[in-house]
């Protein structure tokens, strides 16, 4: 029984496989059309986007255009292949702002782009392109059921750019005064990045290693810069602590102020 059943699927695919080739030789449109939208419903998006590329071209000005762009994007997008999708679903709302389907290709192409967004290490530029389709999205939509969704996937990947930045000041911290002074990068790159993302869920770490850098950059200054620097960091401790009074960090944050309180008020 188990070989008759695997014999009548392996049929069934070989069966599906000729008509699929007989369809992607026609010169007729529509069934090409009819079958993709069957192919894409049976999930073998592959073979629906295949069909689609033949169709889109031949369509346009008419009134299934619209259709065939938008299941275009979407085999593309279900396949995973989400820098394809959103290359779509972009030419779609382009040239049908108002269309039936400009909603769902605004939010899947940001979508697509923030499922497709790279780890914190790398290039954020897919990080980048997924805010801009998203927000385009929320302005646009304001009140789509789509919004919270959108909206929890712009504070991801604003924190992965946060992230990325905190890991740029890390490094600045890590070579210290190797071939200049690198505490002062890392607390420039920190405060950017607070500055432009307040509400960070990494905004603590990035306050603590400006105050860290601040302190780096006192204890291995020259003696006569020494003074001033230890105050700048009694300045970032206050405002440490004054955001995050029962901070993780609290207990090196005091050691760190118990130092330069010493240094600035010895007698």
């Known amino acids: 029984m188990k070989h008759y059943v695997t014999l009548l699927v392996i049929a069934l695919v070989l069966a599906s496989c000729g008509e699929y080739n007989k369809v992607l030789k026609s010169s007729d449109y529509n069934y090409k059309f009819a079958y993709a939208k ?14 689609l590329e033949d169709v889109v071209p031949v369509f346009r000005g008419t009134d299934r255009a619209e259709e065939a762009l938008y299941l275009l994007g979407l085999s593309y997008y279900e396949n995973k292949d989400y820098m394809t999708s959103g290359t779509y679903f972009k030419n779609y709302y382009q040239h049908y702002p108002r269309g039936q389907y400009a909603e769902l290709a605004r939010y899947y192409a940001g979508y697509g782009y923030y499922l497709d967004s790279p780890e914190s290490q790398l290039d954020q530029t897919e990080t980048l392109k997924a805010i801009e389709e998203l927000q ?29 930045e905190l890991e740029n000041a890390q490094l600045y911290y890590n070579l210290g005064n190797y071939m200049g002074n690198n505490y002062e990068s890392a607390v420039i790159t920190a405060k950017n990045a607070i500055k432009e993302y307040p509400y960070s869920k990494y905004k603590e770490q990035l306050e603590m290693l400006v105050l860290k850098s601040r302190y780096r950059e006192a204890t291995e200054s020259v003696d006569e810069k020494k003074q001033e620097r230890f105050r700048t960091v009694i300045d970032e401790y206050y405002a440490f602590i004054n955001d995050y009074p029962n901070s993780d960090f609290r207990k090196e944050a005091d050691g760190i102020f118990k130092v330069a309180d010493k240094f600035v008020n010895r007698k």
């Not at 999205?137 to 924190?159: G, H, M, N, R, T």
């Open 136 to 164: 385009a999205f929320l302005d646009y939509f304001p009140k789509s059921d789509k919004v919270a969704i959108a909206q929890s996937a712009i504070f991801e990947l604003q924190d992965k750019l946060v992230l990325k």
């Open 38 to 51: 069957q192919a894409f419903e049976q999930k073998r998006y592959m073979q629906a986007a295949t069909l």
